[in-house]
């Protein structure tokens, strides 16, 4: 009888391991080509916002197919986040080099959330639905980080077109999460067609193959060719009005606040705005606009008009009839008891709140109307309840505590024009797209910027923020008046174009005729709806995820590898 040998199988083939040089080098080209796409460079380099994410995915899907651990997938998609935050927000550092660090370590961490969820439902649920919630997870993070505590939305990514807004004119229907949309949607599809199938496929390749990037290019030229065209036929709209906005060029660092070596009294700095307001001023100005804290002295506002410097100011406006002025400055309320969550206590004050906050005042005698900021920046203005209570009982040698803020978006509107109403920006403010659509639902028909840029230098910093504001303007089809402590300060139309600006770091003014918008915008209208949607699409893949980890577990099965992009 023949002897029965057992049946041989070949050894499974290990797949080859990725290395380290190889994911570190793609997450500092996805790094780098995100920063240069990013406002501030040339208009034409935002076209790099759309494959900046392809060295990202190849990365993820080399690690993935050589078996890498998910520690490790989070070790390099970290690398690439924190690298894309330092070079894009290091100025931040100008202001506080502990605060800047933190913006940079802590964003990156936060953003490793919905990168890091991808890489766990394709694993768990397979690449389709892997890749098709990539975008999801991300806005509906976006989302998240417009309306929480430690909200830093600086680099949402639908601010990316800020400098090539000409491309993003349908920002007016979808908002700048619009933007986010198209940059991942586009990413995916420049991914698929070049790492997507059996061999690597680049742009420049020939034969059928080439048809894989049909997609992608449409996904390109299609919304550039829409928003040009909405560019192209949309005119300016609104009753025309005359608005001054002053830049004093105070140093922040050196002269603006009492304790500094070259301060300059708050007397003087009161008599710089008004003597740069005189020699610009004509007879057709309707309104002026002051910088952020241009009075920076705490004001109490039950007693505002009995301050001396309001009394000044009132008197000048009663030597210019017809002229109106929105300032900055820093308000005190007080309280009968413990009335908000931010509420601070002296014995010789009692219960009070304290206010980075915006004052209209319509004459030499109308009733002022005050605007208390409401997004305030994390750890500088604002610090989670939570941690407030924790170090309310220790002596930091300062205050302890948030600034106050309220709930409505109040608009300024003229006692001399029905049509010349203000929606009062404060500074962080003109990076959120629906906080200031809120402005325009309450009736604005301006948005008038106050800020004091100065904190960041000669750096990327001014210039970021300014360029935000032309896509609030699109957002909105609202003209936008800046008026910067220094920094830039000066206007952009209801398509965004930057018509009249100032030069950084210059004592000096600009003075346009704005156009009054009364009309909506689809988004104004509606909202933000993108970022809810992805909100809700994301609890829906998060408990199909976990439901296939369960169900995989339960048949003891290994999960699903991914051997290809799609």
Same mark, same amino acid.
């Given at each position: 009888?023949?002897?029965?040998?057992?049946?041989?199988?070949?050894?499974?083939?290990?797949? !080859?391991?990725?290395? !380290?040089?190889?994911?570190?080098?793609?997450?500092?080209?996805?790094?780098?080509?995100?920063?240069?796409?990013?406002?501030?460079?040339?208009?034409?380099?935002?076209?790099?916002?759309? =494959?900046?994410?392809?060295?990202?995915?190849?990365?993820?899907?080399?690690?993935?197919?050589?078996?890498?651990?998910?520690?490790?997938?989070?070790? #390099?998609?970290?690398?690439?986040?924190?690298?894309?935050?330092?070079?894009?927000?290091?100025?931040?550092? #100008?202001?506080?080099?502990?605060?800047?660090?933190?913006? =940079?370590?802590?964003?990156?961490?936060?953003?490793?959330?919905?990168?890091?969820?991808? #890489?766990?439902?394709?694993?768990?649920?397979?690449?389709?639905?892997?890749?098709?919630?990539?975008?999801?997870?991300?806005?509906?993070?976006?989302?998240?980080?417009?309306?929480?505590?430690?909200?830093?939305?600086?680099?949402?990514?639908?601010?990316?077109?800020?400098?090539?807004?000409?491309?993003?004119?349908?920002?007016?229907?979808?908002?700048?999460?619009?933007?986010?949309?198209?940059?991942?949607?586009?990413?995916?599809?420049?991914?698929?067609?070049?790492?997507?199938?059996?061999?690597? =496929?680049?742009?420049?390749?020939?034969?059928?193959?080439?048809?894989?990037?049909?997609?992608?290019?449409?996904?390109?030229?299609?919304?550039?060719?829409?928003?040009?065209?909405?560019?192209?036929?949309?005119?300016?709209?609104?009753?025309?009005?005359?608005?001054?906005?002053?830049?004093?060029?105070?140093?922040?660092?050196?002269?603006?606040?009492?304790?500094?070596?070259?301060?300059?009294?708050?007397?003087?700095?009161?008599?710089?705005?008004?003597?740069?307001?005189?020699?610009?001023?004509?007879?057709?100005?309707?309104?002026?606009?002051?910088?952020?804290?241009?009075?920076?002295?705490?004001?109490?506002?039950? *007693?505002?008009?009995?301050?001396?410097? +309001?009394?000044?100011?009132?008197?000048?406006?009663?030597?210019?009839?017809?002229?109106?002025?929105?300032?900055?400055?820093?308000?005190?309320?007080? #309280?009968?008891?413990? *009335?908000?969550?931010?509420?601070?206590?002296?014995?010789?004050?009692?219960?009070?709140?304290?206010?980075?906050?915006?004052?209209?005042?319509?004459?030499?005698?109308?009733?002022?109307?005050?605007?208390?900021?409401?997004?305030?920046?994390?750890?500088?203005?604002?610090?989670?309840?939570?941690?407030?209570?924790? +170090?309310?009982?220790?002596?930091?040698?300062?205050?302890?505590?948030?600034?106050?803020?309220?709930?409505?978006?109040? =608009?300024?509107?003229?006692?001399?024009?029905?049509?010349?109403?203000?929606?009062?920006? +404060?500074?962080?403010?003109?990076?959120?797209?629906?906080?200031?659509?809120?402005?325009?639902?309450?009736? *604005?028909?301006?948005?008038? +910027?106050?800020?004091?840029?100065?904190?960041?230098?000669?750096?990327?910093?001014?210039?970021?923020?300014?360029?935000?504001?032309?896509?609030? %303007?699109?957002? &909105?089809?609202?003209?936008?008046?800046?008026?910067?402590? &220094?920094?830039?300060?000066?206007?952009?139309?209801?398509?965004?174009?930057?018509?009249?600006?100032?030069?950084?770091?210059?004592?000096?003014?600009?003075?346009?005729?704005?156009?009054?918008?009364?009309?909506?915008?689809?988004?104004?209208?509606?909202?933000?709806?993108?970022?809810?949607?992805?909100?809700?699409?994301?609890?829906?893949?998060?408990?199909?995820?976990?439901? %296939? *980890?369960?169900?995989?577990?339960?048949?003891?099965?290994?999960?699903?590898?991914?051997?290809? %992009?799609?």
């Amino acid at each position: 009888m023949p002897t029965q040998t057992a049946p041989t199988t070949a050894p499974l083939r290990q797949p !080859a391991a990725v290395p !380290a040089w190889q994911p570190a080098s793609l997450a500092l080209l996805s790094a780098a080509l995100l920063w240069a796409g990013w406002p501030v460079h040339a208009a034409p380099l935002a076209l790099l916002l759309l =494959v900046g994410w392809v060295p990202y995915l190849r990365m993820e899907q080399l690690l993935v197919r050589s078996g890498s651990s998910g520690w490790r997938v989070f070790r #390099y998609t970290y690398l690439t986040l924190v690298l894309w935050n330092a070079f894009t927000t290091w100025w931040v550092s #100008y202001s506080t080099l502990g605060g800047g660090i933190a913006a =940079v370590v802590l964003n990156a961490l936060l953003m490793c959330l919905p990168t890091m969820a991808f #890489y766990h439902t394709k694993r768990l649920a397979g690449p389709v639905l892997g890749y098709l919630s990539l975008p999801i997870y991300w806005i509906a993070f976006e989302q998240l980080h417009l309306h929480w505590d430690l909200t830093w939305p600086w680099l949402t990514l639908g601010n990316g077109f800020a400098e090539a807004n000409q491309w993003v004119q349908w920002y007016e229907y979808t908002g700048f999460l619009g933007g986010s949309l198209w940059i991942w949607v586009t990413n995916l599809l420049v991914f698929r067609a070049w790492f997507g199938g059996a061999k690597t =496929v680049a742009p420049w390749s020939s034969g059928p193959e080439r048809w894989r990037w049909t997609a992608p290019v449409l996904a390109v030229v299609v919304p550039m060719s829409i928003s040009l065209s909405i560019g192209r036929n949309y005119q300016e709209k609104g009753k025309v009005a005359e608005v001054l906005v002053i830049q004093p060029n105070v140093d922040p660092y050196n002269e603006k606040f009492s304790g500094n070596p070259n301060f300059i009294p708050y007397d003087q700095q009161l008599t710089r705005l008004l003597t740069l307001t005189e020699q610009n001023l004509t007879p057709q100005t309707r309104l002026v606009l002051w910088p952020e804290t241009s009075l920076e002295e705490h004001y109490f506002e039950d *007693a505002f008009d009995a301050n001396p410097k +309001i009394q000044r100011l009132r008197q000048w406006l009663g030597q210019h009839p017809g002229v109106e002025l929105i300032t900055g400055y820093t308000g005190v309320l007080r #309280y009968a008891g413990e *009335a908000t969550p931010t509420v601070r206590y002296r014995d010789d004050i009692g219960w009070y709140d304290v206010f980075n906050a915006a004052v209209f005042l319509p004459g030499p005698t109308g009733a002022p109307t005050f605007y208390h900021k409401s997004r305030l920046v994390p750890g500088v203005e604002k610090i989670p309840p939570a941690l407030t209570k924790i +170090i309310s009982h220790i002596d930091l040698g300062g205050t302890v505590g948030s600034y106050g803020s309220q709930d409505e978006r109040t =608009v300024f509107r003229s006692a001399q024009d029905t049509a010349l109403r203000v929606a009062p920006l +404060i500074c962080y403010e003109s990076i959120y797209g629906d906080f200031t659509a809120e402005y325009v639902r309450n009736g *604005a028909t301006l948005l008038g +910027i106050i800020t004091n840029d100065g904190w960041w230098s000669d750096s990327p910093g001014h210039l970021q923020h300014i360029q935000y504001a032309t896509l609030r %303007a699109i957002e &909105t089809r609202r003209d936008v008046a800046r008026s910067a402590n &220094t920094g830039i300060s000066g206007f952009i139309d209801q398509k965004g174009q930057r018509v009249s600006s100032t030069d950084w770091w210059l004592q000096t003014a600009r003075r346009y005729p704005v156009h009054l918008n009364t009309e909506e915008t689809f988004y104004v209208r509606h909202g933000e709806l993108l970022g809810p949607l992805m909100q809700i699409l994301t609890g829906l893949l998060l408990a199909w995820t976990i439901v %296939a *980890a369960v169900r995989r577990r339960g048949a003891s099965q290994a999960p699903i590898v991914d051997k290809a %992009a799609y």
